[in-house]
């Protein structure tokens, strides 16, 4: 940088570059993207409150009355049939069970609130041989799994046991590991 001739050219750039350390001191321009500051109208409020009043109830015994009718379809997949099965099921179990399963599920998911729409073509068996939903941890896989026919799932084998998912678990034909 080069040297000021005069007095005044130096108080110039004396206060060129006290202005420049003062903006460092003022509020960025771009907003915090890690903070987030809704603002919901009381009309907003009342409506969401009225409507979770009214919609929740009817959801929940919908999809009560859904598993009533699940629960006998996946039982019926399942009779006679070992938790371990050592070969796949292609009787009647298949053809019949499978799709019915699939129509109650996509029913159930629709009722609550969740429309799921498949874009593109699905992979054949030599393009894809293996589907992976992950983090395995949530409702979202089931739902996957119903959207994609029924695969057989790979599941914990003390699931199983769990009263009334577990035979949801066993008419899929899961593969169970410890």
């Not at 460092?24 to 979770?52: C, E, K």
């Not at 159930?108 to 894809?128: P, Q, Y």
Request: with cysteine; hydrophobic share 50%; proline share 8%.
């Amino acid at each position: 940088m080069a040297q000021p001739t005069s007095d005044s050219e130096a108080a110039v750039l004396e206060s060129t570059l006290s202005q420049d350390t003062s903006k460092s001191l003022y509020p960025p321009a771009v907003d915090n993207p890690f903070t987030q500051q809704t603002h919901i109208s009381a009309w907003r409020w009342a409506y969401t409150v009225l409507m979770g009043a009214v919609l929740v109830p009817v959801r929940v015994s919908y999809i009560a009355v859904l598993f009533i009718f699940l629960w006998p379809v996946a039982a019926l997949s399942t009779i006679g049939r070992r938790a371990r099965p050592t070969k796949p099921a292609r009787s009647w179990r298949r053809r019949l069970v499978q799709p019915t399963l699939k129509f109650l599920f996509q029913v159930t998911f629709f009722s609550a609130g969740f429309l799921v729409k498949v874009k593109g073509i699905k992979a054949t068996r030599d393009e894809a041989r293996i589907f992976v939903a992950a983090p395995h941890s949530s409702f979202f896989d089931a739902v996957a799994c119903v959207v994609a026919g029924f695969p057989s799932v790979v599941s914990a084998s003390q699931n199983v046991r769990i009263p009334v998912a577990g035979k949801f678990l066993l008419s899929t034909q899961p593969v169970p590991v410890t």
